[in-house]
């Protein structure tokens, strides 16, 4: 298996895939790690995600614990809150669900743990090219910029992680499908020193002079990103006076050192495609997304862990390689929700900007569009399910629980000894029932035996820390995939060993007698 690029999405892929068992070749062009920070929100989802391989804690110690006051919300240019939510310190995935971190510190340890990884040998400071298909998998020439003579390496498949440019997308002929929303935004992080007057408020500032966003990032961090005006150029956005002049109203001057100043243009787009015969992309190269939700890095991470479990199946022959066309059917629908999403917080921002010109003027305020009714924190929309591929489609819905996470309480069992629920459930599929040992059939414990699944009981168990899912107020059971999303339920005319049945069906299981 070769990853190509570790930046963030990379080093998780090589880490995860190098857990399952796979060898790895990681190829990154950096020499180190990139010294700026760019992303600055991890889901606890993510966090949950390196849990399965013990290395959740470690990545939890690196965020910022919740401070008092934090919340993510909305505000007019006055910056007065309009609506928004708190942040808490732990959530349904049993981990703190908003985490603020710093880019370089968690990138610099994800890197420390792929590329010592016994499993993984990493080539840092050479360039992948010439990646290409064969009858058996993929073959790419790698070398430091200069080398005449480049390396050869062939794999079973290859997964470029190289980021918005990515080089092996534009060598596939990959196109972008544009989803609508290129505005350039001038970006600022800062380091505080003492004398500021900052609050611990995330403000998506809706001001119809200058739309602004303020966050609060990993102490002792924060960022502003300023949209520019049409006409506006790069160089005099960058100019040292021009930002200390926006960020003035904020705090004083000499209350922060700027940490870095660029000018990005925020984009929304996925790519038409996100695999070519053995070769994937993922993150960036793979969909493009504002940064209102804090999403980009988050949806990248998803990518590699919904292939980290499906391409050691593949590989070690227990499932057709059928089952990786479901990569594309159940991301590309996902992060599309979540770019769509992210521009509608874009277009609320620049509706009530508007709402407020108006009342200024004495002019008729408009009315929100039906669309953007949901689109705020805390107005009600929640991260969306898939809702193709390896999950039983007729149960999926936006309020239902197929397709959607299951819920990781922190549980006490009979001996008195507490853990995370997904520590009871092995680091593949579980079946999970309510009550009892589950009646299985020959069929059924053939298909649970070749997958490695376990079988859990939730009777005895006590959530101590948050709650076990609702599916089991209405359901007897589930079967959960290892990226911890439901594959599906049982009712009252679906039981459990055609729910197994199917799982087999959509899994493509392969079997050698």
């Not at 064969?134 to 062939?154: I, N």
């Amino acid at each position: 298996m070769v990853v190509v690029g570790l930046g963030p999405v990379g080093c998780t892929a090589a880490l995860l895939l190098a857990e399952a068992g796979l060898t790895v070749a990681a190829i990154e062009r950096d020499e180190t790690v990139y010294r700026l920070p760019r992303a600055v929100n991890l889901d606890g989802e993510i966090i949950r995600a390196f849990q399965k391989v013990g290395r959740g804690q470690a990545v939890q110690d690196l965020m910022q614990p919740v401070r008092p006051g934090d919340r993510a919300g909305f505000a007019n240019a006055r910056r007065e809150w309009l609506f928004g939510q708190p942040f808490v310190a732990f959530g349904s995935n049993g981990w703190q669900p908003m985490n603020m971190f710093d880019q370089p510190e968690l990138e610099s340890y994800l890197r420390s743990e792929a590329v010592n990884h016994e499993r993984v040998r990493a080539f840092i400071g050479y360039e992948a090219s010439g990646v290409e298909n064969t009858g058996a998998g993929v073959r790419l020439e790698f070398g430091r910029p200069g080398d005449r003579a480049p390396g050869r390496l062939s794999a079973r498949y290859a997964l470029a992680c190289d980021g918005a440019s990515s080089s092996v997308r534009r060598a596939l002929g990959i196109g972008w499908k544009n989803l609508g929303y290129d505005h350039e935004w001038l970006v600022v992080d800062v380091t505080l020193k003492s004398g500021h007057t900052l609050g611990n408020d995330t403000l998506q500032v809706c001001d119809p002079e200058r739309l602004v966003t303020y966050v609060c990032t990993k102490d002792p961090y924060r960022r502003w990103e300023f949209r520019m005006h049409a006409g506006e150029t790069a160089a005099e956005m960058l100019n040292e006076e021009k930002i200390f002049s926006l960020i003035d109203p904020w705090t004083p001057r000499g209350t922060y050192e700027i940490r870095r100043a660029a000018v990005y243009q925020f984009h929304a787009a996925t790519a038409d495609r996100w695999r070519d015969g053995c070769i994937f992309i993922a993150g960036d190269a793979a969909h493009q997304t504002p940064p209102f939700l804090g999403q980009g890095m988050n949806a990248g991470m998803r990518d590699v862990v919904n292939l980290a479990w499906k391409l050691p199946l593949v590989i070690r022959g227990a499932a057709d390689e059928r089952l990786l066309d479901s990569y594309f059917a159940e991301r590309n629908g996902h992060a599309h929700d979540l770019v769509e999403w992210a521009v509608s917080i874009g277009r609320l921002m620049e509706h009530l900007a508007e709402q407020e010109r108006c009342a200024r003027a004495g002019e008729p305020v408009p009315e929100a569009p039906a669309s953007l009714a949901s689109s705020g924190y805390g107005q009600g929309r929640a991260q969306p399910p898939i809702r193709d591929g390896v999950v039983l489609v007729d149960q999926v819905s936006d309020t239902g629980f197929t397709g959607h996470l299951f819920n990781q309480p922190i549980v006490r069992q009979a001996d008195a000894r507490e853990t995370r629920l997904d520590d009871l459930l092995g680091t593949g599929f579980a079946v999970v029932v309510r009550e009892g040992e589950p009646v299985l059939s020959d069929a059924s414990r053939r298909i649970l035996d070749h997958l490695g699944a376990a079988r859990v009981g939730l009777q005895g168990l006590e959530a101590v820390r948050g709650r076990f899912d609702r599916l089991f107020e209405h359901h007897e059971a589930a079967i959960v995939r290892p990226d911890r999303l439901v594959f599906g339920h049982t009712t009252a005319e679906l039981s459990l060993d055609r729910l197994i049945g199917l799982l087999a069906e959509k899994l493509s299981l392969t079997y050698d007698d």
